[in-house]
């Protein structure tokens, strides 16, 4: 794989960093030059064990004994918030932040800590509260990103040039959000220190801190997993792997009385602060949408495919924003619970409505063209690009585009959308027209989706809105296509004299939502076909503490830009030219006809 772009941390030096960290707690002076503590006596005493269990990073053979801990009697895992730091720290390292740190400094029932950034927070443990100076700033990945980032592919040569797509940070807005106080007291989540340390439960941890690295700690009442937030390291190809039928072999009957209450107050929080779409739900908390709806009693009972039947109803049934749905259930569950509860419940009713959709377009679709779609298709004077996932397969599967030509792959976006540039921009070319067809497209990764704007208009400038801080940002990119690693004029289609145009329908949902509305605001681009589907939220996976995991919008809400103002892109794009039958997407001799005769 190419060096530049492998995203997980090393297992040997997470092992490594909390073999040294538990044994030693706040006496530790550094976590491989990212964390550095100092310790003082804590007023506020707590009755805290610990246990040595087994931590299994991210596969079955990765495998080290360090500590959790338990407060006040209870079964509700904690841990020490130094040996947590430590852990984060060093994916941020991986993750593309080589000089990222944590200091840790206490003061009592008060712990700090400050990034290298300057920006920092505060936990009360007499409070319950958690205080962010600039809680955007705090967790951002990076230094040189702005404070809401949608894209991950932060790649760069052994020069520290930018490789394949850019940001402009000059070009960029920011306007930074208000400072929050995270109050865990008003949803009985208690945080916990004594003369050894200062402790807080796994969950409160995954959902405040662990988003940005895409990662989550799960207890399955042995053993720790650190593992992809997605699931994926337990799930893969529709089978467990080892570390999932490792994860799924505890399974409790019930569980305790304490476990049970705080994975329902941490839930509602989770919700209550990182669910992007609250007020489009018109939900004024999540414990009222649980009473209100019943599922409070499922979620409050105990019995582990219960409450996992209740996460599923709150996605499919009361949430069904699409950018939502359940991924595994909880390790006490059947590990095939979630193929029964859909064939049960089914998906949601949006979700189930636009999949319908769906299939009508790509019925019609193949009436054109049975043997598939290319990615690239010239017809007469128009030249179509067309995908159905914004993908970085391509980059995934290690190909290196610096070395190796991109090719005629509807199937990885970045390849397609180069080969297509350079394909139109030859010598001889007949395009006059360019039609991105995203008809059939259902979203996928940020990055690609920037890096398709950029290379059609020259730059893409995409907007986010933090519905949790209120920061709004917008950030400027540029792609390199024909992999020179310039970023200039020779990699867009823009100011070429092209008519450009995108084939949208109610199936081109998130990114493939989120492009033709960008398109929308340019006047170098037009819509057609029918309204895209909508979907203005970044995806946020979550879990809950009793090992469930689901994903869903998050607070960072895609947004475009006009006369200074954010609108989100949740109702879709209207098109400026409708098309009323499915089969006038893909009739292309005709539909070439068409776009000649608007000029």
């Known amino acids: ?14 092992c490594a960093m909390l073999l040294t ?4 707690a706040l006496n530790v002076t550094a976590y491989a030059d990212t964390t550095t503590t100092v310790s003082t006596t804590a007023s506020k005493a707590d009755k805290v064990t610990s246990k040595n269990v087994n931590w299994y990073i991210e596969s079955k053979e990765t495998k080290i004994k360090s500590p959790i801990y338990f407060a006040n009697g209870t079964d509700v895992p904690y841990l020490e918030i130094s040996d947590f730091i430590g852990v984060m720290a060093q994916y941020y390292v991986a993750n593309g932040n080589p000089d990222c740190k944590f200091d840790v400094a206490t003061n009592g029932d008060t712990v700090t800590l400050t990034r290298e950034n300057g920006h920092l927070c505060s936990i009360d443990f007499t409070k319950n509260s958690i205080y962010f100076s600039d809680y955007n700033a705090f ?12 894209h991950n592919l932060i790649l760069k040569d052994e020069n520290g040039k930018d490789l394949y797509l850019k940001t402009n940070l000059k070009a960029s807005n920011e306007r930074y959000g208000k400072y929050i106080t995270l109050d865990l007291d008003a949803y009985d989540i208690d945080l916990v220190n004594d003369d050894n340390g200062y402790y807080l439960p796994i969950q409160t941890l995954n959902d405040i801190f662990l988003k940005n690295v895409m990662r989550s ?3 399955n009442g042995k053993s720790v997993f650190i593992t992809a937030a997605d699931g994926s390291s337990l799930r893969a190809n529709g089978e467990l792997t080892p570390l999932g039928k490792l994860y799924y072999k505890n399974k409790p009957k019930k569980f305790s009385k304490a476990l049970t209450l705080y994975n329902y107050n941490e839930l509602c929080f989770a919700l209550d602060h990182f669910y992007g779409l609250k007020e489009r739900h018109n939900i004024s908390s999540f414990n009222e949408l649980f009473l209100e709806t019943g599922l409070a009693a499922d979620l409050l009972s105990r019995d582990p495919e219960k409450m996992d039947r209740a996460v599923f109803k709150l996605i499919s049934n009361y949430l069904d924003d699409q950018h939502s749905s359940y991924a595994m259930p909880s390790y006490a569950s059947d ?5 029964k509860l859909r064939k049960k419940y089914g998906n949601g009713l949006s979700f189930d409505t636009s999949n319908d959709n769906l299939n009508e377009f790509l019925a019609a679709r193949a009436k054109f063209y049975p043997d598939g779609v290319p990615g690239y298709e010239e017809v007469g004077d128009t030249a179509f690009i067309t995908f159905d996932q914004f993908s970085i397969a391509g980059l995934a599967s290690g190909l290196d585009y610096y070395q190796t030509a991109p090719e005629n792959n509807p199937n990885d976006t970045i390849g397609i959308m180069a ?3 350079q394909q139109i921009l030859r010598k001889g070319s007949p395009v006059k027209n360019v039609v991105l067809d995203l008809s059939c497209n259902g979203g996928g990764a940020i990055d690609t989706a920037c890096y398709t704007v950029a290379a059609l208009l020259g730059k893409a400038d995409i907007s986010l809105e933090d519905t949790l801080t209120g920061a709004l940002v917008t950030t400027r990119y540029y792609a390199d296509t024909n992999f020179d690693k310039k970023f200039n004029s020779k990699d867009h289609l823009a100011g070429k004299g092209l008519n ?3 084939l949208t329908s109610d199936a081109s949902f998130s990114c493939g939502n989120l492009v033709p509305s960008v398109l929308k605001q340019s006047s170098n681009a037009f819509l057609i076909g029918q309204t895209s589907g909508g979907g203005a939220c970044a995806v946020l996976s979550l879990c809950t503490a009793t090992g469930t995991l689901f994903r869903t ?7 475009f830009l006009k006369n200074g103002s954010f609108y989100d892109v949740d109702e879709g794009a209207a098109v400026d030219y409708a098309l009323s039958k499915k089969e006038s997407f893909y009739d292309r001799k005709k539909l070439v006809e068409y776009i000649d005769g608007l000029m």
């Open 419 to 421: 080969y297509s540039v």
């Open 217 to 219: 700690m799960l207890y």
């Open 335 to 339: 590990s095939e619970l979630t193929a």
């Open 139 to 150: 967790i951002k990945l990076k230094t040189d990103q702005t404070l809401v980032d949608g």
């Open 21 to 24: 960290t538990a044994a030693t």
């Open 1 to 14: 794989m190419n060096k530049i772009l492998k995203k997980s941390v090393s297992a040997a030096l997470i």
């Open 500 to 502: 450009i145009y995108c």
């Open 553 to 559: 919008s998050s607070s960072n809400r895609i947004s």
